[in-house]
């Protein structure tokens, strides 16, 4: 079992970076392909980014977030992190990690396919 709680959203403007952390316990992270996804307010849960358990593999976004987002890890202390820079209006939402103990993470892991859900944290960027 892993559990994973996300942090570090708040409110910001437009323009203004804000880094999510995604602290998971009861199994090592680096075992898993880990992603970050968002739920927006009458949307259907957004796939953000992933980082594969291979560290040979490449991270993979969102059109819509590339160049503004970055997705890394530090095993030190089981957690993966997400920046976001040049946030816009259109960021906020609850974002979501998750887990994925298979062994794809190459290619995109679809969302039905990770295994352990955070609860979310909430990140609304003003105008």
């Known amino acids: 079992q892993v559990q994973l709680v996300e942090s570090g959203g708040g409110l910001v403007q437009a323009g203004a970076s804000l880094r999510l952390s995604c602290v998971a316990s009861?199994?090592?992270?680096?075992?898993?392909?880990v992603g970050w996804f968002r739920e927006a307010p009458g949307k259907e849960r957004e796939f953000v980014a992933q980082?594969?358990?291979?560290?040979?593999?490449?991270?993979i976004y969102a059109d819509s977030v590339r160049g503004r987002f970055t997705i890394s890890r530090d095993n030190s202390v089981n957690t993966v992190y997400l920046e976001m820079s040049t946030l816009q209006v259109d960021d906020t939402a609850v974002y979501l990690c998750?887990?994925?103990?298979?062994?794809?993470?190459?290619?995109?892991?679809?969302?039905?396919?990770?295994?352990?859900w955070g609860q979310g944290t909430h990140v609304t960027v003003s105008s």
């Open positions: 980082s594969s358990w291979n560290d040979d593999d490449t991270p």
């Open positions: 998750a887990a994925d103990a298979g062994w794809g993470g190459r290619d995109l892991v679809p969302p039905a396919d990770f295994d352990y």
């Open positions: 009861g199994r090592a992270l680096k075992e898993y392909t």
